[in-house]
């Protein structure tokens, strides 16, 4: 019987692999269908204008168009981001009662449907800028700016949207991706704003302008709620700084 010797390069490189979670399948290796629906069981309830959009099969098809998300890092890294992802979007689309953290997924559109890049999809994208942006960056060019409802009558453009937005960095905000994972560095002017790695960090570039450096209140509150609970089923800590209520939000410098 031939034995295949493995050499330490080799080895080396396989490491690597995995601490990167470049061998890592996809997020649909994180976020089973099961998983999906136990998450998110509330969005098909007769009571949310969304029954029926925001299906497990669209949600992989856009995460697989972003390879690092969900991938990067050990077991655990990888666990929080997703569980950071929901958690945010999941406020941000909330249909259920206050303090239960069940309800997320429930609305695609915004209440408030005034201006024409009102937020529609899972992060509510806002601004004919991040509209303009988003579509450029998942490669439907203008469309999104000539017809901002795809995102919210196409449910894969819908997921991609969102996790563009979590993948990119934008003016002098890092990343959600970089900032649940660990790869964020605060520069001088963010320590000096009190912005420190951590989940909280994440809801200042969201919506740092009307949550954060205002101390404690009920959004920032649900943002938490819903991440404790992912985090809980997917068994991984939450680490610390979860809060922003004492950082100055970026438009502050």
Sequence with gaps: MKFNIVSPVALSCLFFLFLTGTLAQNAGSIVTRELFEQMLSFRNNDACPAKGFYTYDAFIAAANSFPAFGTTGDDTARKKEIAAFFGQTSHETNG??????????????????????????????????????????????????????????????????????????????????????????????DTAANRVPGYGVITNIINGGLECGMGPNTAVESRIGFYRRYCGMLNVPTGENLDCNNQKNFAQG
């Excluded at 999104?144 to 969102?162: G, H, M, R, Y």
């Excluded at 563009?164 to 605060?186: E, L, R």
């Design 96 to 189: 259920g009662s206050a303090g239960t953290f069940t309800g997320g997924y429930c609305f695609v559109r915004q209440i408030d449907q005034s201006d024409r890049y009102y937020g529609r999809g899972p992060i509510q994208l806002t601004h004919q800028s991040n509209y303009e942006r988003a579509g450029q960056g998942i490669g439907v060019g203008q469309d999104l700016v000539n017809n901002p409802d795809l995102v919210a009558t196409d449910p894969i453009i819908s997921f991609k949207t969102a996790i563009w937005f979590w993948m990119t960095a934008q003016d002098n905000k890092p990343s959600c991706h970089n900032v649940i994972i660990g790869q964020w560095t605060p520069s001088p002017a």
